[in-house]
């Protein structure tokens, strides 16, 4: 048995319901969670002593949107003991895109919650500094949501560019 | 859209600095974004009592380009091209990162000699790096020549670079798969011909550096930090090993073949600026043995994968062959299809852990990707390693960090 696989059988032992599933792919095995227990599974998994996954690797986030539930935030733990990876799900609606920090656990989830909030405006409860990261402070939106657009610039023809001048942003005399 | 408050009152700030900079008792100097010593635009909130750091604060964002947008509106070969700009003291190995992402989220196969290849020029580009972190770690605690001495060993890799893939930086040279084309004639010579010069090179900074009272006096001692600490807050790469943890993903972790090769994981002590600076020396050594293991077991045979639904046939098959046409046109104008799954790959960059989270939906281009980039990481432990020091160290300490903004903002 495999560290990643008794990582798994202590969570659902320890957790029950709520470890909604576990996948596997390409060797690499994710763990989706209830939000609500992905504290407590942090915590189990970095302080018990056969895991030992005390080094947070990455935190991020997916966008579904339009589908529900639309955001998924994606944990990579890392056992330097154990030399092995293990990856947390936590599903989120669009309605209470919100779950706990896991900063007690991993103080460096700190700026990377700060980049997911920044970039999908997922908020993060107890969250010590929660401020944009990577955007100006004032930014209006969230860039890495899909309902964003990509943005580009519009390309002047002949026979358009007067009217597409009209609307570009740019500083004009 | 999530609704929120755009206003950021001075409240919400408060916490970032101690109560006496509030009644003026100590000092806020602004440093950066546009100042030399902080390596691109990082910008740092200094609270100053006399001399003394009481809190920093560092910001960050100055670079970003929105490279993990773009990526997802690109085909996977072609948002590969992306990739170089983030760390540009790295391009390659970021390249190798997200193909080795793309292939195992593919399950694509790479052939023997492109994964030697990729290893020599991987830690090519670490000399190449250590070498940038040398020089401007050199001229920001006084040394100005061994900056002249680095850049030209660097312009050397960065010849062979442009030797095979045409480009001295932006290279996308390792394509999903395996390369972009096999090595020129002469790489082989003009690698061999480094590796006998270099060792010479490297004694000559030691000989600069490594015993000199000025460099030692502002560099022992400085910004140290506990292996728990670094791990703590995420800290990777020579940062982490200077303290005394041998952690390489090199060695715990093997990619593209790196268990056959025979190197040490050069480790510190104290962890601080100087520590991290013996590390970086030693791994430049390190990186020589594996380029010159590399070289005697080179072996033959195809630069790239031949399955053909991911891989573009060579051009001298799209002469006779209707189907390598088909695959060419479908691949160059559509892109492969990757399966719906996510994958997460980390490699060991010269900054530490670069980590490459992607997903798939089942169409031609990533639905996610996601680099967890060693610079982004480092940066958070900037406030803990600068506490309590001089402002003039806070340069040796960012110094020594080696942050790349353009990694960290991406």
Known sequence: MTVVEKAVAKLQRALGESVLSVEEFRGQTSVTLDPEAVVNACQMLRDDAELDFNFLAAL???????????????????????????????????????????????????????????????????????????????WEGHPLRKDYPLGYEEVQFTFNFDEIDKRKPYAKE | MLEQNLEITVDELRHLVSDRALEGETMLLNMGPQHPSTHGVLRLLLELD????????????????????????????????MTDRMDYLNNLGNNLCYCLAVEKLVDLDVPERAMAIRVLLVELQRIASHLVFLATHGLDTGAMSVFLYCFREREVILDIFEMCSGARMMTSFFRPGGLWRDVPDGFEEAVRSFVESFPKRIKMYEDLLTKNPIYTHRTQGIGAISSEEALKWGLTGPPLRATGLAWDLRKSNPYSGYERYDFEI?????????????????????????????????????????????????????????????????????????????????????????????????????????????????????????????????????????????????
């Open chain 2, 266 to 410: 050069p480790v510190g002590v104290n962890g601080d600026t100087y520590d991290r600076y013996t590390v970086r020396i030693g791994e430049m050594r390190q990186s020589l043995r594996i380029v010159e293991q590399v070289l005697d077991t080179l072996p033959g045979g195809p630069v790239r994968s031949d399955n053909r639904k991911f891989v573009p046939p060579p051009r001298s098959e799209l002469g006779h062959s209707m189907e390598a046409v088909i695959h060419h046109f479908k691949l160059w104008t559509e892109g492969f299809p990757a399966p719906k799954g996510s994958v997460f790959v980390a490699v060991e960059s010269p900054r530490g852990e670069l980590g490459c989270y992607l997903e798939g939906d089942g169409g031609p281009k990533p639905y996610r990707v996601h680099f967890r980039t060693p610079s982004f990481a480092t940066l958070q432990t900037l406030p803990m390693l600068c506490k309590d020091h001089l402002v003039a160290d806070v340069v040796a300490i960012i110094s020594s960090l080696d942050p790349v903004l353009g990694d960290s903002d991406r």
């Open chain 2, 50 to 81: 006399g001399e003394r750091i009481v809190t920093c604060v560092p910001d960050i964002g100055f670079l970003h380009t929105g490279i993990e947008k773009s990526m997802e509106t690109k085909a996977y070969e072609k948002a590969l091209v």
């Open chain 1, 60 to 138: 991020t986030a997916v966008d579904y949107w339009p589908s529900e539930p639309r955001f998924k935030i994606v944990y990579q733990l890392y056992s330097l003991a154990n030399k092995e990876f293990i990856g947390l799900r936590a599903q989120l609606s669009n309605e209470s895109p919100e779950i706990s920090t896991i900063e007690s656990i991993y103080p460096n989830a700190n700026w990377h919650e700060r980049e997911v909030f920044d970039m999908f405006g997922v908020t993060f409860k107890d969250h010590s500094d929660q401020r944009r990261i990577i955007m100006p402070y004032d």
